[in-house]
């Protein structure tokens, strides 16, 4: 049987290992102690929380389909329905349902949310009637939305979705890669609003509140379920330090484990890294990859996860959460309120509630310099100021997400497009994970399948 090594055991390289079921002898090489990456839970006052990634889009299919397949498809479960709603102006603004990452269907329905001035809802509404020439070459989002919807569009409503999405900025991701729902229709020319009412009339999309999915217990469940489920021996704390190319385009990993050094021969590697750690690995072997790979930024955040005493809480929000636009100053950049999106967390901790507070966007490094304590009485304040003075929480903690986030700044797309170029010049090895097609759980599902896939195909069984 031929045999792969996946390097990297959050859910890109567990997703490429699932698909090898059954075709190959998988190792998966994961350094730490734990498969999962981003994905995974931790405990807060005795109750089970996510700490990376809280949903799999359910508006593409291949988280919730590979949730299913590896057992999991009872434990999916809807958030309760609430709009998203934004913290500006001094309040918590619901915005208008329909719209696509924050970019408003119908400006009619801002009219009264408090989100937009008058004369910034009126700027929305004259998109239908300026001229749209056939977007041919990628932009930033800002460039082109504020160009059609005005500045305060993009600061209200869009920007705060792109903080809670990529960590990241709209003057600096791009419309194609970090958009590409309105790209498309960009690319199309004509006014976006009357496209995007087509859009919705067709049937898609469907409102925020549906768009996702969780898992009961924890979305951190799904790598663990993956893992179990796809046959692969998993070598966790096993951190690989180094490739060689072998006669006969096989592949060599040099790995570093807590017993020593490791060496691990096989027919194809998958490399499901983050950009920089592919970069390192890739640096003898392809300089035109490592430039490219390590060319990407990537953004660092912090979760502040908060249990409060539902009996001494002096304010209970109401609703799901919120996002943050950073017009307005502040530091948090979205919370969730975690005991009323999910009920299987509220059924586990009836009297606790529980608020997941998020703090860093790109360029904001500095504050995330700060000690965990002084993030958390960020949170607290900032919180109280948004919902009312709860009290201080029973307990709380906070998860630090190094890099965590990819940019997908202008022309991403064709980097991509370098990068895989550079890569097709070394048979036997493929490329997955958050840095290419995807930032969601369900896009590097994906990019782990068919890098899967890839492999399949060039090494003969
Ligand atoms: C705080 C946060 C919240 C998020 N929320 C959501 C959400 O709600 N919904 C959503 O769809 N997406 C969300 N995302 C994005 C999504 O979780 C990630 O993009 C995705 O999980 C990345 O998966 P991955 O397998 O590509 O990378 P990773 O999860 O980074 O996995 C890569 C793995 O490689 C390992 N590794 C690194 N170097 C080596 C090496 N040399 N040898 C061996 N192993 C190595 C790492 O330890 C890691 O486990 C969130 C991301 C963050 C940071």
Redesign the pocket.
Known sequence: MRSVIV?????????AAWQLRGQADVTV????T??????RTGTIAGITV????????ALRPE?VELAAAVGLGDALCDPASSPTTIWTRGGLRPLPAGHVMGVPTDPAALVGSGLLSPAGIDRVAREETLPATPLTEDCSVSRYLAGRFGQEAVDRLIEPLLGG?Y?GRAERLSLRAAMPRIAALAEQGGPLLPALRRMKAAGAPRSAAVA?QGVVGG?GRF?QAVAEACGARILTG????SLQRLPGDRWRVL?TTADGPLTMEADAVVL???AF?AA??LRPHSPAAEAELSGIPHAS?A?ITMAFSRSQAHVLPQGNGFLVPPVDGHTLKAASFLSNKWRWLHDAAPATFVVRA?IGRIGEDELLDRPDRHLVRTAIAELHRAVGAMGEPLATRV?R?DR???QYGVGHRERVTRIREAAAELPGLAL????YE???????VA??RAAARQVLAGVPA
Request: net charge negative; with cysteine.
């Open positions: 390097v990297g055991g959050g859910i890109s390289g567990l997703a090489l994961e350094s730490h734990k498969v999962g990456g981003k994905l996510d700490e990376g990634a809280e949903s799999l889009m988280a999405v960590a996702v979305t790598p096993t951190a690989a330090r790995a499901a890294l983050p750690a390192e690995l955040t979760v998020s998860t997400w965590g986030l990819p997955c994970g958050a840095a995807g930032v969601g759980v369900a896009a590097c990019t782990g």
